[in-house]
């Protein structure tokens, strides 16, 4: 089925910046809903960002609104995390997750079917 896979995670200080990718194979993230989760080390899994393919629409956790910012390409079929101005609070293990028949953006892990390996952001003061 559906394998997702991230890329782009890595060690930036303070301020500083990072794109995640979120690759699909096995089929298109079409009529999906794709989000962005983040665990830190003792902390339970949390929403980031999502969007819906489909429509372009967009949905931000608290936390990140104003600095994140999330896309798709749909030739490339893959779904970005832009994230600026980094906070140490940012560091994390970042996962991609998607959920078919989507047409609003879930929040809750549960929600989403199909999830990816995470990559690892570290953010250093």
């Known amino acids: 089925q559906v394998q997702l896979v991230e890329s782009g995670g890595g060690l930036v200080q303070a301020g500083g910046s990072l794109r995640l990718s979120c690759a699909a194979s096995?089929?298109?993230?079409?009529?999906?809903?794709v989000g962005w989760f983040r665990q830190a080390p003792g902390k339970e899994r949390e929403f980031v960002a999502g969007?819906?393919?489909?429509?372009?629409?967009?949905y931000y956790a608290d936390s990140v609104k104003g600095r994140f910012t999330i896309s798709r390409d749909n030739a490339k079929n893959t779904v970005y995390l832009l994230m600026n101005s980094l906070k140490p609070e940012d560091t994390a293990v970042y996962y991609c997750a998607a959920d078919r028949g989507r047409w609003y953006i879930p929040t809750r892990r549960r929600d989403y079917e199909y999830w990816g390996q995470g990559t690892q952001v570290t953010v250093s003061s």
């Open positions: 096995g089929r298109t993230f079409n009529n999906c809903a």
């Open positions: 969007i819906i393919w489909n429509t372009g629409t967009t």
